[in-house]
């Protein structure tokens, strides 16, 4: 079964940071590219981050950019996005995503809540 799961969120102040995981099963990333998408109350949920599984091209968002890292872990079958310097303005709920390389084929996970306090 086709699965992705979110961990990592949590609370954190401003200028702290915090790793997301999201951990897929039933597939293979090399054939896939994953994203972070995140969406506050609102507000439309919004393309953050997304990593190639084939080659580890990564791409970011400018409002993340130089803050956020993401990474993968093709053996473990996980994606990473690493987030530095938390702001108020990143609280939302992240969502990973992942995309055959096709267009075909498309999953979401469930969301993991970040909060960053001032």
């Known amino acids: 079964q086709l699965q992705l799961a979110e961990s990592g969120g949590g609370l954190a102040q401003s200028g702290e940071s915090l790793r997301l995981s999201c951990a897929v099963s039933g597939f293979s990333l090399g054939y896939y590219v994953i994203g972070w998408f995140r969406q506050a109350p609102g507000k439309e949920r919004e393309g953050v981050s997304c990593i190639s599984g084939r080659d580890g091209t990564a791409h970011y968002a400018d409002s993340v950019k130089g803050r956020f890292t993401i990474s993968r872990d093709n053996a473990k079958n996980t994606v990473y996005l690493q987030m530095n310097s938390l702001k108020p303005e990143d609280t939302a709920v992240y969502y990973c995503?992942?995309?055959?390389?096709?267009?075909?084929?498309?999953?979401w996970g469930q969301g993991t809540q970040v909060t960053v306090s001032s």
């Open positions: 995503n992942a995309r055959s390389f096709s267009g075909i084929y498309d999953y």
